[in-house]
Nanobody
Framework: QVQLVESGGGLVQAGGSLRLSCAASGRTFSPYAMGWFRQAPGKEREFVATISFNGKNTDYADSVKGRFSISRDNSKNTVDLQMSSLKPEDTAIYYC?????????????????WGQGTQVTVSS
């Protein structure tokens, strides 16, 4: 079992920045890829970003490329999402997830563990 706890959400004006953090415990963290997803009201949960087990490879949804950056610290069992140039359409609950494999993972079905989520609200 692995437990994931997100933090760092909040209310920010459009154009602002937030940094989300996810702390993992319970399972060895370093061998597995990690990801961030988000779910807006009335919409399905969607992929945001993924990072490989060693942090050397990352990828992003087209909607956040150039604005968001994912990183991880395997010594601290944490994965962060730095969000900049935020837009009202970024408003959602953001979820951290741990995958079942080593490489980049884009689908919800590739992730076996999820956090409870943290709310991000971007005002216009």
């Amino acid at each position: 079992q692995v437990q994931l706890v997100e933090s760092g959400g909040g209310l920010v004006q459009a154009g602002g920045s937030l940094r989300l953090s996810c702390a993992a415990s319970g399972r060895t963290f370093s061998p597995y890829a990690m990801g961030w997803f988000r779910q807006a009201p009335g919409k399905e949960r969607e992929f945001v970003a993924t990072i490989s087990f060693n942090g050397k490879n990352t990828d992003y949804a087209d909607s956040v490329k150039g604005r968001f950056s994912i990183s991880r610290d395997n010594s601290k069992n944490t994965v962060d999402l730095q969000m900049s140039s935020l837009k009202p359409e970024d408003t959602a609950i953001y979820y951290c997830a741990a995958s079942n494999g080593y490489g980049l993972a884009f689908s919800r079905t590739q992730y076996g563990y999820w956090g409870q989520g943290t709310q991000v609200t971007v005002s216009s």
